[in-house]
């Protein structure tokens, strides 16, 4: 009977915290370009994107894993070369007539209390925190000379609770963030663009 109830017990609490889901929503202070991509201009020409990034949890810097900068250099370099503006992208250091140097903080706010109220209750008590992306990035030309600097910003907020695995295919956090880089990236362009830098 013990045996039963050990069982039982294993099975109820794996149950209960597979059905607990994480999902992502963005905050949608950023505005959508008013064209994308842009117009094109004339005599395109080669760039390079070096990707950095740091991250702050409740203010406190820390270290950011090369695996997640690798991740968030996916969509960055996408962005570039998605606009057609450029003859070239390069990911990296690379001889090209541009540079592109992307630096990105991620700062994490999240409550303590919350989440460990939402263990005790088996996340039927929601757990919030909130990521704030910024991606700042200086435009070079082949010299190294800075020819200007851009910075936007978005907040994504991530939400973990019972039943919330219904939404999560539809707001999975790693592809929220993606997306989030994406358009911070092509909003930078776009100005960057509207200066006739490129």
């Known amino acids: 009977m013990e045996h039963r109830y050990r069982v039982f017990l294993v099975f109820t609490v794996v149950i ?97 209390g919350m989440a460990i109220v939402s263990g005790l209750t088996l996340t039927l008590f929601p757990a919030t925190g909130h990521d704030r992306l910024v991606v700042q990035t200086t435009i070079k030309d082949a010299n190294g000379e800075n020819l200007g600097t851009f910075e936007k910003t978005e907040t994504v907020n991530f939400w973990i609770q019972f039943f919330l695995i219904f939404i999560m295919p539809f707001n999975w956090p790693p592809t929220v963030v993606s997306d989030t880089l994406y358009d911070l990236s092509r909003a930078i362009i776009v100005e960057a663009h509207a200066h006739n830098f490129f």
């Not at 991250?55 to 900068?69: F, I, N, T």
């Not at 969509?75 to 990296?92: C, H, M, N, Q, W």
């Open 16 to 112: 209960t915290f597979g059905l607990a889901g994480c999902a992502s929503f963005r905050e949608g202070t950023l505005p959508p370009p008013s064209s994308w991509p842009p117009a094109l201009a004339q005599g395109k020409k080669s760039i390079s994107v070096i990707v950095t990034g740091e991250a702050m949890m409740e203010g406190r810097r820390g270290d950011v894993p090369l695996q997640m900068v690798q991740q968030w250099q996916v969509p960055t370099i996408k962005a570039y070369r998605d606009s057609g503006l450029f003859s070239e992208v390069k990911a990296g250091p690379a001889q090209t007539d541009l540079r592109a140097e992307v630096h990105i903080r991620d700062m994490g706010e999240g409550s303590k």
